[in-house]
């Protein structure tokens, strides 16, 4: 190849096998490499990269083929250490600075220094320095290529601590504090590098601090930043910041607190009526409180009594705050009241305070309006009562106040009613120049409660109490009476006659003057007598006692008081009532009949006051009956229940009279209770039978049976009756009646049984007629009923076709009464009614016996048709070897089942060769010898045909003759298989047992052997070397004990014996033989 040159930043060096051959050359590379370090120290960083601690990085080394050359070597510096070394060529060797050997690799393609698990220790200027074998001169790169490695390590907190030193959390709100209080905290940025930049902020703004500490331990920063701030209305609602910044994180870092700053109300207004305002109006009066933080305690004032809203229902307070967006609140209230007289001129106030003011003992803030009321006249009358005669003078004053005084109208009202002081003859004043008012002469139309109603500009006012003025004159009465309506004799009760005033001043009767039909009956009170209980009594009032028909009068009275007697009442009649006399009853006709009609007729002789013309009845002692209340009552239909006795009175407003009764007797003529039905069955092998007939009759009727119309004898002894009278019966409504019940005495008749055709006849039971009806009868057939029999049907075999629908089959049967049908197929009913009607077409399935099932109450019958479904025949061919032919087989699957065959081959051009009908030995198969000298596949087709028509092909292809095994039928070939698994099996069981005996008989001729139990050598030369244990070590000669072991096997280290590897299979025998001696087996052994 030559001598080479290499060159390193610009200088030629030797190639690498002369370097220790030429030490000038070495001592050249030497003071190069010197000057390259020393240069590499006070070169620029080419680019600076930063990475978080722990994490991998990679530190690029550019290298540019096509400027410099072939690259020789690369050697990277940590400051002025080397750490790696990449010798480039066939080797590419490369080399790592123990130190970093773990944690730093050297990569090309491309060239790069790979760290990882980054330490803070790694940060520093790495220099890339490359040898080239020829440099270009235009390459640049002869300083090598500075990286700058940054470590970066984020801080492991941001904490922010308060004056005490306590750590207040990302968010956290402190307080309260008060405004012109200092705040003091730090924030503090633990275990971060590089060093942070931290700085306070409110808000937006940066807030002026002192300059942060920053304390480095072990290649960390910790950076602490206090804060002192003076707190301002500036601070509501604002989040204090401590902002870190730091390449080590990729936003800034914020952690932050606010303050709840507690501040002064600002403001205080009332606002709400402006100049003034009308009684009765709603009044709202409001104050604004703004500025305050927290929101403020408000009172309200009148004056100088605090309002209270609990202590007053027409007054409400309403009371809201609201947070503004500073964090100050706005409250506002609100004083609700309706405008009275009462806050005229009154001076309202709102104060209002926080504990900012409480704290600093500074006075509540406060805010005052004065109310003007304007309101109507506020009257008051007097005197509030007058007592006058008729044609006296009378003043009633009137006197008010008001806002504003003067008034616009005056008005005096009498019992609400409004009085015409315009009337001058009768009234003087009342206006707005005299408001008083004067009635010259006092009369009866005077009388009243007066009140007075006067008006300003805002509106009227009424006194609040009244002026009674009373005005006396003598009495109007009329008569009451108590009870007001009639009175009744038979209560023997009193009556007060009541000389009621109708019009006097005074009211109240100090005499009273009574009259009975306009003459004088005494006047009250009476004290010119000697009773006492006459004088000091209520002269309004007289008491009648024990009222009767002599009190039959007209009452009038005269009233007395202190103007004199006034005019005598009307009469008014005192009305008496009084019962009619004694009834009398009667009825027609005199005996009533069962569903007719009976008429009864009550009468009195004295019709009593006022005249009777009602009356009551009774049945049976019950009632009287609400809706029957005339003379005359008829009844009908007549039943049982009408059987009673009937009573009637009359009676009026005065009461009843004398009651009246009669019995009432009640026939019925003959009617069924129970009738013979029209029919009756009897099962003809009954071993009793009876026909039942109940008549109604009263008087008492006989009752007797027919057959056929002929009257059956008392001496016929195949029959026989019971009778019996039964009582009425009131559940039913059924009157006395005759029970009859005909018996069937069985024994007697011919063969203890009914016939079933000359048994059958009309029944009929048959009354006598009484004195209120004529004779009835009732006729039954009598049928006698038996289970069904020769039950036939139409067609025995029905054939059909598959797909067409077969004619129906006529099911008849013999019995009473008619039976009911249905027809089943394969245990399912699949019609009624005795035809068989199938509208379906029918299908090989439908194939088999139809039932059909007569059935009525007394038993059942069966008869059945067989439909045979006949459908084309299908065929299968089998092949089989017949008395040692190879023969095909075609059997037709159809119905009917003979059937005719027809053989043929199926050519090359899909024609066929007929080969006849084959050999038919049975109905269903036909046989087809092949021939012997064939070599060629062939495929052999068959059609079967019966009456109903040909089937489908069935084919089958013949490859070639057929093995012998093939020849054969299958169950053949199954027995010869299972045959020959049998002999197998049978082989493998007899040579088990021969092994087992083998080993068995070996095992007892050791046993026998007695010249080993003499201790003669039990194996031949060089037997012991092929044992399986030859060469292991020596058994120790510490026996086994034998008494632990209670089995069956032999051991050789037994009963304290060691006899060694070759004596092993004699040991063993002895030991057996001692082992049997001790159980009694020694004899078994020899």
């Not at 050249?28 to 590499?40: E, P, T």
């Given at each position: 190849m030559g001598n080479m040159v290499l060159r390193r930043s610009g200088k030629a060096v030797p190639k690498s096998n002369q370097?220790?051959?030429?030490?000038?050359?070495?001592?050249?590379?030497?003071?190069?490499?010197?000057?390259?370090?020393?240069?590499?120290t006070i070169a620029q960083v080419d680019t600076t990269i930063s990475q978080q601690e722990s994490q991998s990085v990679v530190l690029p080394c550019p290298v540019n083929s096509q400027k410099c050359g072939k690259l020789h070597s690369l050697n990277w510096f940590k400051g002025d250490a080397r750490i790696a070394a990449m010798l480039l060529g066939d080797s590419n060797v490369t080399s790592v600075n123990k130190e970093f050997d773990e944690r730093v690799t050297v990569e090309q393609n491309p060239y790069r220094l790979v760290i990882k698990d980054l330490k803070i220790a790694d940060e520093d200027i790495y220099l890339c320095d490359t040898t080239f074998f020829i440099p270009e001169e235009t390459c640049d790169n002869f300083n090598g290529y500075r990286i700058e490695l940054r470590v970066l390590v984020p801080p492991t907190e941001v904490v922010i601590l308060d004056a005490k030193g306590d750590r207040l959390e990302n968010g956290r709100i402190v307080g309260p504090m008060q405004e012109r209080q200092s705040l003091k905290a730090t924030c503090t940025v633990r275990n971060t590098r590089p060093q942070p930049e931290v700085s306070w902020f409110r808000g937006t703004k940066r807030l002026t601090t002192y300059s942060p500490t920053h304390d480095l331990i072990n290649g960390l920063y910790t950076s602490t930043l206090e804060l002192d701030w003076q707190l301002s209305r500036e601070d509501l609602a604002q989040d204090f910041e401590c902002r870190v910044k730091s390449a080590a994180i990729q936003n800034v870092t914020l952690t932050k607190f606010s303050v709840d700053l507690q501040v002064r109300p600002t403001s205080i207004n009332i606002n709400g009526v402006k100049h003034h305002t009308v009684q009765g109006s709603k009044v709202v009066l409001t104050c604004d409180i703004r500025g305050a933080r927290p929101a403020v305690n408000l009172t309200w004032y009148n004056t100088t009594t605090i309002i209270s809203s609990d202590e007053n229902e027409i007054t409400e307070i309403r009371t809201k705050s609201l947070e503004k967006s500073d964090g100050t609140f706005h409250t506002q209230s609100e004083l609700i009241f309706n405008a009275t007289r009462f806050e005229n001129d009154r001076v309202f106030r709102c104060e209002a305070e926080n504990i900012v003011l409480q704290i600093n003992r500074e006075k509540p803030i406060s805010s005052a309006l004065t109310l003007e009321v304007l309101y109507p006249p506020v009257v008051k009358v007097s005197?509030?009562?007058?007592?006058?005669?008729?044609?006296?003078?009378?003043?009633?004053?009137?006197?008010?106040?008001?806002?504003?005084?003067?008034?616009?109208?005056?008005?005096?009202?009498?019992?609400?009613?409004?009085?015409?002081?315009n009337d001058t003859t009768h009234y003087k004043g009342g206006n707005s120049e005299n408001v008083a008012l004067v009635i010259k002469a006092t009369n009866k139309e005077d009388i009243g409660n007066y009140s007075c109603q006067l008006s300003n500009n805002i509106g009227k006012g009424t006194s609040d109490h009244k002026i009674n003025l009373d005005v006396q004159y003598a009495p109007t009465v009329e008569i009451l009476m108590i009870p007001k309506g009639p009175v009744k004799e038979s209560d023997e009760s009193n009556v007060t006659l009541f000389c009621n005033v109708l019009d006097a001043n005074p009211s109240v009767l100090t005499k009273v003057r009574w009259y009975a039909n306009s003459t004088l009956l005494k006047e009250l009170p009476d004290c010119e007598e000697t009773r006492e209980d006459l004088c000091h009594i209520d002269p309004s009032k007289l008491l009648l006692e024990s009222i009767g028909r002599g009190f039959f009068y007209n009452y009038s009275c005269e009233g007395f008081n202190a103007a004199g007697w006034g005019p005598r009442s009307e009469e008014k009649e005192l009305l008496v009532h009084y019962e009619p006399g004694p009834a009398t009853l009667s009825h027609f006709p005199l005996v009533a009949v069962k569903k007719k009609s009976v008429t009864f007729s009550c009468s009195v002789d004295d019709p009593g006051f006022p005249e009777s013309n009602r009356f009551r009845w009774l049945r049976g002692g019950r009632g009287p009956l609400q809706d029957i209340v005339t003379k005359d009552w008829t009844v009908e239909p007549i039943d049982l229940d009408n059987r009673s006795n009937y009573s009637c009175y009359a009676y009026n407003e005065g009461g009843k009279g004398v009651m009246a009764t009669v019995s009432l007797e009640v026939h019925a003529p003959p009617f069924f209770i129970r009738n013979l039905p029209q029919y009756t069955g009897i099962l003809h092998t009954s071993p009793n039978a009876t026909l039942t007939c109940r008549i109604e009759c009263v008087p008492r009727c006989d009752i007797s049976w027919q057959k056929d119309g002929v009257p059956i004898e008392r001496n016929d002894t195949r029959y026989f009756v019971k009778e019996k009278y039964m009582d009425a019966s009131p559940a039913t409504g059924d009157f006395e009646s005759m029970l009859s019940v005909l018996h069937f005495n069985m024994p007697n008749w011919p063969d203890s049984k009914f016939n079933i055709e000359d048994d059958n006849a009309n029944y009929t039971c048959v009354s006598t007629g009484n004195t209120v009806g004529g004779s009835i009868r009732s006729r039954t057939y009598f049928g006698i009923e038996y289970a069904p029999e020769n039950t036939t049907v139409s067609e025995k075999i029905v054939y059909v076709q598959e797909?067409?629908?077969?004619?129906?089959?006529?099911?008849?049967?013999?019995?009473?009464?008619?039976?009911?049908?249905?027809?089943?197929?394969?245990?399912?009913?699949?019609?009624?009614?005795?035809?068989?009607?199938?509208?379906?077409?029918?299908?090989?399935?439908?194939?088999?016996?139809?039932?059909?099932?007569?059935?009525?109450?007394?038993?059942?019958?069966?008869?059945?048709?067989?439909?045979?479904?006949?459908?084309?025949?299908?065929?299968?061919?089998?092949?089989?070897?017949?008395?040692?032919?190879?023969?095909?087989?075609?059997?037709?699957?159809?119905?009917?089942?003979?059937?005719?065959?027809?053989?043929?081959?199926?050519?090359?051009?899909?024609?066929?060769?007929?080969l006849g009908s084959g050999k038919k030995q049975n109905s269903d198969k036909s046989y087809y010898i092949l021939q012997t000298d064939y070599a060629i596949s062939r495929t052999y087709r068959c059609v079967?045909?019966?009456t109903v028509g040909y089937g489908s092909f069935c084919?089958?292809?013949?490859?070639?003759?057929?093995?012998?095994?093939?020849?054969?039928?299958?169950?053949?070939?199954?027995?010869?298989?299972?045959?020959?698994?049998?002999?197998?099996l049978t082989v493998i069981i007899i040579c088990c047992i021969i092994i087992c005996i083998?080993?068995?008989?070996?095992?007892?001729?050791?046993?026998?052997?007695?010249?080993?139990?003499?201790?003669?050598?039990?194996?031949?030369?060089?037997?012991?070397?092929?044992?399986?244990?030859?060469?292991?070590?020596?058994?120790?000669?510490?026996?086994?004990?034998?008494?632990i072991f209670d089995d069956e096997f032999i051991y050789a280290d037994l009963e304290s014996q060691h006899y060694g590897p070759i004596n092993y299979k004699a040991a063993s025998l002895y030991s057996q033989i001692k082992k049997n001696k001790k159980s009694g087996a020694f004899g078994d052994i020899k």
């Open positions: 370097l220790a051959e030429s030490s000038p050359i070495s001592l050249s590379l030497v003071l190069l490499l010197f000057f390259a370090l020393v240069d590499s005197p509030s009562d007058i007592i006058a005669n008729t044609s006296e003078i009378v003043l009633l004053n009137c006197e008010y106040v008001a806002n504003p005084a003067s008034l616009t109208q005056v008005e005096w009202y009498r019992n609400d009613d409004l009085v015409n002081v797909g067409t629908i077969p004619g129906r089959v006529i099911c008849k049967s013999r019995a009473n009464p008619e039976p009911s049908y249905d027809w089943i197929f394969k245990n399912q009913t699949i019609a009624n009614g005795n035809a068989l009607i199938i509208n379906t077409a029918m299908t090989r399935n439908d194939n088999g016996t139809y039932t059909c099932l007569a059935y009525n109450k007394h038993g059942n019958s069966i008869a059945k048709t067989i439909i045979e479904v006949q459908f084309k025949p299908r065929c299968e061919i089998e092949r089989q070897e017949i008395d040692d032919q190879d023969t095909l087989i075609c059997i037709a699957y159809g119905n009917p089942i003979e059937a005719d065959f027809s053989w043929s081959i199926k050519t090359e051009n899909e024609t066929d060769e007929s079967a045909n019966n084919e089958i292809e013949v490859a070639e003759q057929l093995a012998w095994w093939q020849l054969w039928e299958k169950n053949t070939l199954i027995i010869l298989v299972a045959a020959i698994l049998g002999l197998m083998c080993r068995r008989r070996r095992r007892q001729d050791k046993l026998n052997d007695k010249s080993s139990s003499l201790g003669e050598p039990l194996s031949e030369p060089g037997e012991y070397e092929n044992l399986p244990f030859h060469g292991l070590q020596t058994a120790p000669n510490k026996p086994i004990n034998a008494q």
